[in-house]
Structure formats: C-alpha cells, structure tokens
C-alpha cells in the first residue's frame, strides 16, 4: 500500500443501516482526473441509497487524491491502493477479489450512473432471481458528456437482441449473438457476485476480457436480464482503453485468439451454431477492415497490416487448424 492509509479500508455499508451494500460499485482508476470524480458524483446522486463505493487506484501513490475521497466523509466509500502497478487486467481482477456486494458493477474512471441506475438493475435481479448479469439500457456520451452515436456503436444497436421492458435471455442463442458482435456495455452490466467471483477474469485479456468472461459464464449456464430502462451514461472518446488498443492493432490480434478459444469452448458444449459465429466473427472482422484502412491512409502501415490480418483471420484460421490437429 502507499504510505497514506486507505480511506474506510474495510468493506462498505449502505446508509440504510442494513449492512453490506445491495449493490457495489467497483471503480478501477489509473490516478486522479475531473472524469473520475465525475463517476464519483454520479453513484453518490443514486435515487436508491442502498450502494457501497470501491475505487481501486493502479496508478502513482496520490495523497491529494487519498484525502479528497477522505473528505467526502461517506461510510459507503473507501479509496484502496495498489501498492505496485498492477495493469489493465490484474486491477479489474482485483476488484473482483474485494467485492461484497449481493451485485457487482466494475465502472470505468470516465462513465456515469444515471440516478435510477441502481433500482432498474436491482429491480431486474428480483424479477429475474436465476439471471447472473443484467444489462440495462446505455447512452453513449463525448468527452464533454454530451450524447453521441458513433458508427461502432449504431451498429451494436442494430445488432443488440431487442427487448421491452424487461428480458431474461441466455445459452446458445445470447453466445450467438455476443460472438457476431459484442453489443454489451460492459461498465454498465451488474453481475450477482457469486457468479463474477467463480468466474473473474483470466490474464491475457485486456480488450476482450468482458467477451471472454460473458461467454464462459454463458457455456455454464449463466443467463443475463435485459433491461430496457435508460439508465448508464459510456463514454467514447479517443484516449480510451478499446480505441488506443485499436489503432495499434492489439485489440484485433487478441480478438483472434480469443475467438479460436470461444469456438472450442462451444464446441464442446455442443454449440455448432455458436462455435460458427466465432468462426466468422462478423462485426470483428468488419471492424479491423475499416481500421486497416484508416491506419493505411495515416501511414501506418505496421498497425495496418495486422489489422488487415485480422480482417482476413489469417492467425485465427492458424490456430483452428493447429486445434484440428491436435
């Protein structure tokens, strides 16, 4: 740990008087930023009190940082800090770890809960008392927190299963869908912790590592409540994780590997029509398409050849048929 003590180091409790939170907030951060303490101040705004703040810190020992969250003077925060850095991966790990709320949200530094965030999510939870994930309705905002629609993500509208209200959905059908195109919003999605702590998240993953998650819940028999209610603010904008990862090809190159992984993992569940979808990869390979293009025409032609690959899956296809083989 830093040399500053860590603000309300054990685990949180709901100002209701009730006990451990019904919903906790895990909040990884690399440091202090005017985005973070917004995340900060949209769980605080929350309609429903009955959550609980963790925000895990990988970056530099802050002290500034350490006494704002002191200052708050809120039983239900506690600001913890890794000692040593610990990555993308391992920090998202660790939150798992800590966690010990009855559901489970791993927000990004830079999103926002709506205020009727915790009830849609655990309103869905009572209704749907077998679903593992919940995954209510996300508005994308800009660096500014004005409301965008980016090309990517009109397509993941498109290509999302469609909902009223409330849906549980699961098995084959959701692995099918999720392989096509990841529609999910993973900042958003409440998971019960029982299911995120079984299964937590596997090092070699640092894009992907929600599709892998989803997906090996899935194939055990994890469902997921989709919920239609508006009530998670994402935000895109060039300095995050995905789109850095994109435009130097590591994304599409840790996609390849992970859909060789999905399709063996579905063929032993006995899910042809799922192991196909992670075969084509359709929305992945469109997108390193477009990438390569970009990067071709910026005059990089590294980054633009390994997207190229992966729009042509020339590693994936290496690995499956190695697979075969074996």
Known sequence: MSDEPPVNPSAPTDASGGGAAVLEVMLPAFGDSPLLREAVAS????NDPRWALTVIDDGP???ALSAWFASLDDERIRYLHNPVNLGINRNFQRCVDVAGGALVVIVGADDRLMPGYLAAVVAAAEVFPQAAMVQPGVRVIDERGQQVRPLGDRVKSLLAMRVAGTRLVGGEELTCSLLRANW?????VAFRRTWLQRFGFREGYDVVQDLDLYVRMLVDGASLALVEEVCFEYRRHPASLSSTAAENG???REELAFFAEARSMALRNGWRR???AADVHLASRLHSLARSGAAARAGDLTAARAMAEAALDVRGRSLRRHGNQG
């Open 43 to 46: 769980v605080r705004a929350q």
């Open 61 to 63: 020992p802050d002290p």
């Open 250 to 252: 590591g994304r599409f």
């Open 184 to 188: 999910m919003y993973f900042p958003s």
């Open 274 to 276: 799922a192991a196909r």
